[in-house]
């Protein structure tokens, strides 16, 4: 039997790829608005390159910025590109659609929720907290507090430790093929994989480590009913009404 629900963040619970480039491009306006003397294409591209190389968690984009640009340092264009980006982050962020609605009905049914994310905890903290989701999940595995990201097999094996359960009372549902399905079906876990935003058509060489594909988290109880039953595999759901 299933007791243990683990959702990815981003992209799963959290709706944060458009929010993510919106707030890029509105840090680029309020620097270019306060003085920044180089045009929006020229500087949200090489931004664009600094987060590939450097990773969203950074904390110094703006700075690399203006030394990537050969411009002078200063503080007001950072200040403006950290107030551009944070207000859009406080503003837009939103729960993924029917997110909230899922996690109630899976609570009523008694099932056990987790989050296990990559990232840095204070960032994903953040997001959950603003979203108040956080009552929902009994335990939240950060892999930059845990030091090991997914896809690799520590990962979710702690999670299943920190839960006290085995790999097959759990299920992983997430919407990247890699690191979330992939990694998790490593260690024997149930997958789901849900389909959705940017990386819907990505990574589709992995998509045989799904157990399950879902395109609306309101067809996940449907899931773990079939799961439950003993019934097959590598199913696609679709939700009813």
């Known amino acids: 039997m299933i007791e243990v629900v683990f959702f990815d963040l981003d992209d799963t619970i959290a709706d944060t790829s458009v929010l993510a480039e919106r707030a890029r491009r509105n840090a680029i306006e309020n620097m270019i608005k306060h003085g920044l003397p ?3 294409e020229t500087a949200y591209n090489e931004l664009l390159e600094l987060i590939n190389e450097y990773g969203s968690n950074f904390s110094r984009h703006f700075d690399y910025l203006l030394r990537r640009l050969d411009i002078p340092y200063n503080p007001k264009w950072v200040a403006a590109g950290v107030i551009g980006y944070h207000n859009t982050k406080f503003t837009q962020l939103r729960d993924v659609r029917h997110a909230r ?3 109630i009905r899976l609570s009523k049914a008694g099932y056990r929720l987790g989050i296990i994310t990559d990232g ?3 960032k994903q903290w953040e997001k959950i907290l603003r979203l108040e989701l956080d009552d929902f999940f009994e335990e939240v595995i950060i892999s930059d507090f845990e030091g090991v990201k997914k896809p690799h097999p520590k990962i979710f094996q702690k999670a299943l430790k920190v839960f ?6 759990a299920v992983m549902v997430g919407d990247r093929l890699y690191s979330d399905i992939y990694g998790a079906k490593g260690v024997g876990m149930h997958t789901v994989w849900f389909r959705y935003g940017k990386r819907r058509n990505a990574e589709l060489e992995y998509r045989e480590y799904a157990d399950f594909v879902i395109n609306d988290l309101l067809e996940l109880p449907e899931v773990l009913e079939v799961l439950n039953g003993g019934e097959g595999s590598n199913k696609e759901v679709h939700a009813g009404g």
């Open 101 to 103: 609605k899922t996690l």
């Open 38 to 40: 180089v045009d929006f």
């Open 120 to 122: 840095d905890p204070i």
């Open 164 to 169: 006290g359960v085995s790999a097959g009372e």
